[in-house]
């Protein structure tokens, strides 16, 4: 049974629902935000709810719009033959600041698991293949971006033969792995050398 009044503990139950804040930490966001002023408190509520209402997922890439079309796919300046598969929506960020890729992306949603019960059909993944076919004009490369886990690495891999099979005119290709820039070979994990070492290119 809990000692706070009704209101407080349900506040409390949905911030330990985000991801990383456990029960200690809800009860301090909870008396945080009942000291905070009234218009402070209500611009949060509000901010996620204009979020919920507004901000869906791009008809086209899967990625976060607030509109049936995200901004990068509505953009007539990126090139539409290259397609960078990521897992989530936050994955594109980084690919953006990197000012490197002048293609269009594809959000799968997450990686398979089958453990965890994420399975082909639970992503974006049929999406891609009817994308990468009926595409016009056609799509010359896709990249595999997602991350180098053990749910990353089978889920490239899954699309990657799909994608062979399918259309085997369109180049497939996975993200290198390699050093941190700046990092020093002593301190490089076995894995991540052994990565470099194999992804090595001609200078
Ligand atoms: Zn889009």
Redesign the pocket.
């Known amino acids: 049974m809990s000692s706070f009044a009704p209101p407080v503990q349900r506040l409390i139950t949905e911030l330990g629902k985000l991801p990383g804040i456990g029960g200690r930490t809800a009860q301090r966001l909870a008396f945080h935000l009942l000291r905070a002023s009234q218009e402070d408190a209500l611009a949060l509520a509000d901010a996620i709810r204009e979020v919920k209402e507004r901000i869906g997922l791009?008809?086209?890439?899967?990625?976060l719009?607030d509109g049936p079309?995200?901004r990068?796919?509505?953009d007539e300046r990126r090139d539409r033959g290259v397609i960078c598969v990521v897992e989530e929506p936050g994955d594109v960020i980084p690919m953006e600041r990197t000012h490197e890729f002048p293609g269009?992306?594809h959000v799968l949603g997450g990686a398979l698991s089958p453990i965890d019960g994420v399975d082909p059909e639970d992503l974006k993944i049929a999406q891609l293949y009817a994308r990468v076919e009926q595409a016009d004009p056609p799509v010359r490369e896709v990249v595999l971006a997602t991350n180098p886990t053990t749910t990353g690495e089978a889920t490239a891999l899954h699309i990657a033969d799909e994608l062979r099979r399918r259309t085997p005119d369109v180049t497939v290709t996975r993200l290198a792995s390699g050093l941190p820039v700046g990092a020093d070979l002593e301190y490089a994990d076995e894995v991540t050398l052994g990565r470099a070492l194999a992804g090595r290119r001609s200078l």
């Not at 791009?58 to 990625?63: A, P, Q, R, S």
């Open positions: 791009c008809e086209i890439c899967f990625n719009a079309r995200c990068i796919c509505t269009l992306y």
